[in-house]
């Protein structure tokens, strides 16, 4: 069974550009999360999604993220403009919406921004 | 005040021996407790998880819950080299899908 997938991998772009990082859920996971990860910050929960309706967005830097999940199987996440201090490992994950909420993440992007 | 606390370590256990990883939370409607792996470079990886007191034993692995004392801790039987790297453990609060991480244990596992 596929897991989850992110794309691209690998991001490096220049100050002030825009960046979308890309997720496609497991199939049948009806809840999705954001996380970005830093050696400063570690693992920090951005966003999260059930049943493409965002439930908690108190994550979220500023206002230059955003997160859409137009459809069960697709979400992506913006920044605009991007800044040096966002370059991270972007994560996103995805879980059933029962009581135990077993999240599984996919490999990440690597965001870099000059 | 971080919710969920772990040494960053490193902790260092010969091949062979048993590795012990702790992490205690604040939180106490915490019900649900995750243990990540994480190697260098790669995403965190789901190994254990547990929701009631005592132990939850598979393969090498055996993760323990004390609600009472807010622990819960992760033993790795018979550690192997391959075993290094960050263990993250996890709290989510009941009825919420959120989990709230620790900073993680690097464990190195020597031949």
């Known amino acids: 069974d596929a897991g989850v997938i992110q794309s691209p991998r690998h991001e490096v772009t220049e100050m002030g550009q825009e960046v979308t990082l890309r997720c496609k859920p497991i199939?049948?996971?009806?809840?999705l999360f954001w996380y970005r990860q830093t050696m400063m910050r570690g693992l920090e929960l951005l966003i999260y999604?059930?049943?493409?309706?965002?439930?908690?967005d108190s994550g979220m830097p500023e206002d230059r993220f955003s997160a859409k999940m137009p459809n069960a199987s697709f979400s992506t996440l913006k920044i605009q403009p991007s800044e040096p201090r966002d370059s991270a490992v972007y994560f996103c994950?995805?879980?059933?919406?029962?009581?135990?909420?077993?999240?599984?993440f996919g490999p990440g992007t690597r965001l870099t921004v000059l | 005040q971080k919710e969920v606390e772990q040494n960053s370590g490193p902790l260092s256990v010969p091949e062979g021996a048993i590795a012990s990883l702790n992490c205690t939370y604040s939180?106490?409607?915490?019900?649900?407790f995750f243990w990540y792996r994480q190697y260098s470079g790669k995403s965190p990886e789901l190994i254990m998880s547990?929701?009631?007191?005592g132990d939850k034993e598979d393969g090498r692995f055996t993760a323990q819950l004390n609600k009472a004392s807010q622990y819960v801790s992760l033993l790795i039987r018979d550690s192997q080299p391959s075993d290094s790297a960050t263990y993250l453990c996890?709290?989510?609060?009941?009825?919420?899908?959120?989990?709230?991480f620790g900073t993680g244990t690097r464990l190195l596992v020597s031949p």
């Open positions: 994950a995805s879980s059933t919406s029962g009581s135990h909420n077993e999240q599984f």
């Open positions: 199939s049948g996971h009806n809840s």
């Open positions: 999604f059930n049943n493409n309706v965002p439930i908690d």
């Open positions: 939180d106490r409607g915490s019900q649900s």
């Open positions: 547990i929701y009631s007191n």
């Open positions: 996890a709290s989510s609060l009941t009825g919420f899908q959120k989990l709230v």
